[in-house]
């Protein structure tokens, strides 16, 4: 059964830092992994979405990366803006439709 | 484009009452997803339908769920009787799939339902 950890469960950083959010996976035979950002009181969106066979995928400030091999992906924020702050989850998608989530890092961006 | 639209928002009733959950997917696409998010156990599949079907129920936690896709624009979840332990927020989510595309999952606010 797939499982997906996010450490740490909650981060804050001062405004302009550069910051790394981690998820791992235990089955490795993946077809694609998700990050998505949740507001409070707010729904799921899609940030970045990397296919099995790729390593990394950019968009403006984040970068993720997946290293399917050891069951590992990082999302990488540029310079945070409070308006970062949110909850980050991490999703892995198997041979199905179904996707298996992170319970999320929680960020705050302190101005 | 309007999103993924849910109603109601929010919910309270008290136990033993039904609860109907109801969901608008994006137009156009042909699957649909139903969560339920707590502190507990995080964001879980409940089921997901493909075409109006339903292919896997797997994460539906007693007989006392069910849910229905009667057309491509309308989905609902049903809770008979309710619970307090069924208090959670319900997520329904969408995504267009075709052949081996991947396409990330739209999902709607949410509705934050409270069994008292």
């Known amino acids: 059964k797939q499982e997906v950890t996010q450490i740490p469960a909650a981060l804050s950083v001062p405004e302009g830092e550069n910051l790394v959010l981690n998820c791992s996976f235990t089955?490795?035979?993946?077809?694609?992994l998700q990050w998505f950002r949740q507001d409070p009181g707010k729904g799921l969106t899609s940030l970045l979405l990397i296919q099995s066979s790729q390593r990394e995928q950019t968009s403006g400030r984040l970068n993720a990366s997946l290293d399917k091999s050891s069951g590992r992906s990082t999302l990488y924020i540029a310079a945070s803006q409070p308006g970062d702050s949110a909850t980050y989850l991490c999703?892995?998608?198997?041979?199905?439709?179904?996707?298996?989530f992170g319970k999320g890092t929680k960020l705050t961006v302190n101005p | 484009d309007a999103g993924v639209i849910q109603s109601p928002r929010h919910e309270v009733t008290e136990m033993g009452q039904e609860v109907t959950l109801r969901c608008k997917p994006i137009?156009?696409?042909?699957?649909l997803f139903w969560y339920r998010q707590t502190m507990m156990r995080g964001l879980e599949l409940l089921i997901y339908f493909n075409n109006n079907v339903p292919i896997d129920d797997s994460g539906m936690p007693e007989d006392r769920f069910s849910a229905k896709m009667p057309n491509a624009s309308f989905s609902t979840l049903k809770i008979q009787p309710s619970e307090p332990r069924d208090s959670a927020v319900y997520f329904c989510a969408s995504s267009r799939i075709q052949g081996a595309s991947n396409q990330p999952q739209h999902f709607g606010d949410g509705t934050r339902l409270s069994i008292l």
């Open positions: 137009s156009g696409h042909n699957s």
């Open positions: 999703a892995v998608q198997g041979g199905s439709e179904k996707l298996v």
């Open positions: 089955d490795s035979a993946i077809y694609n």
